[in-house]
């Protein structure tokens, strides 16, 4: 919510919980590449204002390639997190002069600590079978050679974490799930309590699609339609269910009445208590809505035990 003088009165972090940014070093190496594949200098680099979109496009893709032939493979569509640090590509990084600091690490930046924040993500991510659907016959054993391309000689105890945690799952409800973990929007949560200023809200969007046969599950950006009560509308992704259009009403209005005065309680949900280190806690939504306090803490302890 900008004001006049372009501050944010509050903050939502859906599904994209960045707590650092790229390095400068590896930016400039990729921009360098793109001014040569442009046929550009410093003493020409002003032409680039008058080139095709298209034309710059293809340079960046060209100097992605000629730089990094083979980049680190990532499971379904998903980069592991040692792999996407090494991966070459263009996003922010901290420039010392208009980015001067991670967003969030090593902690929450001071300037943000009156706004209040929701911050969650959703059950799927990226569910693996939305455009495969013989996915959804996935084997075990496939499931734990996926893994392994995420987490290496470790794979196996976080199959074993996830398959005790989750028993009567699909194997590829549970690779989706394994492969969304909250990790970084818990950290980014735990971060701004520590400022203990204005309140951090938690949420976990676990309502599943019926569409495509119900193969997206909870994909990311579900819960999009749900907060601008647009179910209906957006039916090629609800499904223009009765249950989607009764969900967004209850997630619209704890978005309404978080834009209002920065907290989403409301008649319509349980109780949701602001977000602390100690107790963890989560509205999840879905068919029935509720609070659990930190549902998944051991499995991200798997997780981060197989990453480092």
């Not at 496009?57 to 569509?77: C, M, R, S, V």
């Not at 799927?124 to 084997?139: A, D, G, H, Q, V």
């Not at 050679?145 to 194997?171: I, L, Q």
């Not at 994909?219 to 989607?244: K, L, M, R, Y």
């Amino acid at each position: 919510m900008p004001t006049a003088k372009g501050l944010f009165h509050k903050a939502v972090v859906e599904s994209g919980s960045t707590l650092r940014l790229g390095d400068l070093a590896p930016s400039e190496k990729v921009a360098a590449e793109v001014v040569s594949q442009l046929g550009l200098n410093k003493s020409n680099i002003e032409k680039i204002q008058g080139m095709p979109y298209a034309q710059i496009l293809a340079a960046g893709n060209a100097a992605i390639k000629k730089l990094q032939p083979n980049p680190p493979a990532g499971g379904i569509g998903m980069p592991t997190v040692k792999s996407a640090a090494a991966r070459l590509g263009f996003s922010p990084v901290v420039d010392g002069r208009i980015v001067t600091r991670h967003p969030f690490d090593p902690d929450a930046p001071d300037i943000s600590a009156s706004v209040p924040m929701i911050i969650g993500t959703v059950l799927n991510e990226m569910s693996p079978s939305m455009s495969n659907p013989t996915l959804e016959s996935m084997t075990e054993e496939d499931v734990r050679k996926r893994a392994a391309e995420r987490y290496g000689d470790k794979s196996g105890m976080v199959v074993d974490a996830y398959r005790k945690a989750y028993p009567n799952v699909k194997p590829v409800e549970l690779l989706s799930r394994m492969f969304s973990v909250r990790t970084n929007a818990v950290t980014q949560a735990e971060r701004k309590a520590a400022l203990k200023g204005a309140p951090a809200y938690m949420y976990l969007f676990a309502w599943q699609t019926p569409v495509l046969d119900g193969r997206p599950r909870a994909f990311h950006c579900s819960e999009i339609p749900f907060v601008f009560s647009n179910t209906d509308v957006s039916a090629f992704a609800t499904g223009g269910t009765t249950e989607a259009r009764e969900l967004g009403d209850k997630v619209s209005d704890a978005w309404i009445n978080f834009a209002r005065k920065g907290d989403p309680n409301h008649p319509g949900l349980p109780s949701w208590p602001a977000f602390s280190a100690e107790t963890g806690p989560v509205m999840i939504f879905d068919k029935m809505c509720e609070v659990k306090n930190d549902p998944d803490r051991e499995l991200r302890k798997v997780v981060s035990a197989a990453l480092t």
